[in-house]
């Protein structure tokens, strides 16, 4: 492909992507603060989550087979389609249904939306490899601005869900999601540039599974790195700063949903922003694959010492307190920017350890992780926030981290894919 039509492409499958990640920070927010006002404890709440979760390890384990076999673009397009039939069917939700059936409607279709998260990010972060120009710290680059984006893009989608529920509720709002997003589908697929693998038939489901050793090590880390996130971001938070901001009236309520949507948003615009500064931050031009794993195993470390501080002090102070508040707002802040960089050092080595031939597989076997992780952190989340409130979440987080450091420890340097 021509560097001109793999800039196309890029910005095709950008777009796309973006498109997709703000109904999905939406969606997570609308469900989550709908269900709380509703009295879902916390452990209910992550329930709604769990599908969505189980569903990502599954998809992204058979996803880099489907891309390999029938294409980037189809799985892409699928994942869009799956994610407006996913909201058109979370539109149908009554409120007149029982509790039980709620809860599992919702998390049918939160599987349902999981599924079609994954299979467009396979897509989206495959497709950088096969797309970004061959010199020093050009993938790096890509990669970086590709997820950096969005993940900033997923953020308004916090502030946006939180917003449009106190606005309009959350049927209207689900509606008008799937209405833009269906135009962005049709428009992807007018203008998406030839040239992406389009499948190869010898493609075999058992080739998922990697024998490279530093894919592998990458891969567990990456499982404890989000599940530290989650356990905290998914129900600890915003369940506490809920109980801290609502009076519970629907003045209060609003109020609430709006300053925590807007946090939502601010640590993950930040995380995108730091993540999107990445090669800049590090200077990944003048560095090799070999330090970039030292940076990845340094960055590691570091990022356990935050949540140990931030428990430390939620539970030796005597309940909520405006001082604490603020506390927390500012020490998550920093924890999404370190927390940056690791998840981008990790985003280019699994493109770095993989060949052009096994991306699609590689990336999927590394998202698997990804999801899995968020699946572990989704359920701590709700358990741990039931048992020990915020900082057994936070407490959670630095244990889960001090797993991931381990495994970025065990990474080795220059050890290429092979098959």
């Known amino acids: 492909m021509t560097p001109d039509r793999a800039g196309s492409a890029y910005v095709a499958v950008t777009a796309a992507y973006w498109a997709f990640m703000l109904t999905d920070g939406a969606l997570r927010m609308l469900v989550l603060l709908h269900f709380h006002t509703l009295g879902f404890s916390p452990v209910e709440l992550a329930y709604l989550f769990v599908l969505y979760e189980i569903a990502g390890v599954v998809t992204n384990l058979t996803a880099g087979w489907i891309a390999a ?32 059936a709620s809860v599992i409607f919702v998390m049918a279709v939160q599987g349902a939306s999981g599924v079609a998260k994954d299979l467009a990010k396979m897509s989206a972060k495959s497709a950088v490899k096969l797309l970004a120009p061959a010199e020093q710290g050009g993938l790096f680059r890509w990669v970086t601005v590709l997820t950096g984006s969005k993940n900033a893009v997923k953020g308004l989608g916090f502030l946006l869900g939180a917003v449009l529920l106190g606005w309009i ?37 058992k080739d998922v599974f990697s024998k490279n050793r530093n894919i592998n090590w990458l891969s567990f880390a990456r499982v404890f790195l989000f599940a530290a996130r989650d356990v905290w971001f998914v129900v600890g938070i915003p369940i506490y700063f809920y109980s801290v901001l609502s009076d519970g009236s629907e003045a209060g309520n609003r109020a609430a949903f709006f300053t925590i949507g807007s946090f939502m948003a601010l640590w993950v615009i930040l995380y ?3 993540q999107a500064s990445a090669p800049r931050l590090l200077n990944a031009k003048a560095r090799d694959e070999k330090d970039m794993i030292a940076s990845a195993q340094r960055w590691a470390t570091m990022l356990v010492f935050v949540p140990a501080l931030l428990a430390a002090i939620v539970f030796a102070t005597n309940g909520p307190a405006p001082w604490l508040t603020i506390c927390l707002v500012v020490g998550l802040l920093v924890f999404g920017g370190i927390f940056a960089i690791n998840s981008a050092l990790h985003s280019y080595l699994i493109l770095a350890f993989s060949t052009g031939e096994r991306v699609t597989m590689d990336v999927g076997f590394y998202y698997m ?43 080795r340097g220059a050890q290429m894919q092979t098959t």
């Not at 709002?173 to 010898?202: E, F, H, N, Q, Y």
């Open 69 to 100: 076999r029938f294409g980037l673009t189809s799985t892409l397009y699928a994942g869009l389609a799956l994610q407006i039939a996913a909201l058109l069917a979370l539109a149908q939700l009554d409120p007149g249904w029982a509790v039980g």
């Open 369 to 411: 992780a990804n999801a899995a992780g968020r699946l572990l952190g989704t359920v701590l989340s709700g358990l741990s926030y039931q048992l020990g409130g915020l900082p057994l979440c936070l407490g959670t987080a630095a244990a889960l981290l001090m797993l991931s450091a381990f495994g970025v420890a065990r990474l």
């Open 272 to 274: 995108g922003g730091v």
């Open 169 to 205: 509720g959350l049927s209207a709002a689900v509606l008008s999601m799937a209405a833009v997003l269906t135009v962005i589908l049709v428009l992807v697929m007018s203008l998406m540039p030839r040239g992406l693998p389009t499948g190869r038939k010898d493609a075999k489901f």
